[in-house]
């Protein structure tokens, strides 16, 4: 079992940048694919980055492509998202989620794939 915390989000103005962090907990991620997503209030839940175990492939949705980043540190268990140039349309709830994989270069775009999620935290982008 992994727990999945996220932290970092936040209100920032359209332009500015947020740096979001999941921390897991139970069991070590250095063997899960992980992703994040986003939900906006009556949208489904959209895919936005996602990052193989190893950490040297990783897809970002073409929404973001070019302002944000997908990292992970697996000695600290940990897994991050750089936002920059941050819109309107990307306020959310953005949370992170672990897959199990086979191979260290699998990854997910889909949320089917993930088994494990986290809360979520709430980014707002004000103008």
């Known amino acids: 079992q992994v727990q999945l915390v996220e932290s970092g989000g936040g209100l920032v103005q359209a332009g500015g940048s947020l740096r979001l962090s999941c921390v897991a907990s139970g069991r070590t991620l250095s063997t899960y694919a992980m992703g994040w997503f986003r939900q906006a209030p009556g949208k489904e839940r959209e895919f936005v980055a996602a990052i193989s175990v190893s950490g040297d492939i990783t897809q970002l949705a073409d929404s973001v492509k070019g302002r944000f980043a997908i990292s992970r540190d697996n000695a600290k268990n940990t897994l991050a998202l750089q936002m920059d140039s941050l819109k309107l349309e990307d306020s959310a709830v953005y949370s992170c989620?672990?897959?199990?994989?086979?191979?260290?270069?699998?990854?997910?775009?889909?949320?089917?794939?993930?088994?494990?999620w986290g809360q979520g935290t709430q980014v707002t982008v004000s103008s």
């Open positions: 989620a672990a897959a199990v994989v086979i191979t260290t270069r699998t990854i997910y775009s889909g949320p089917e794939q993930y088994r494990y």
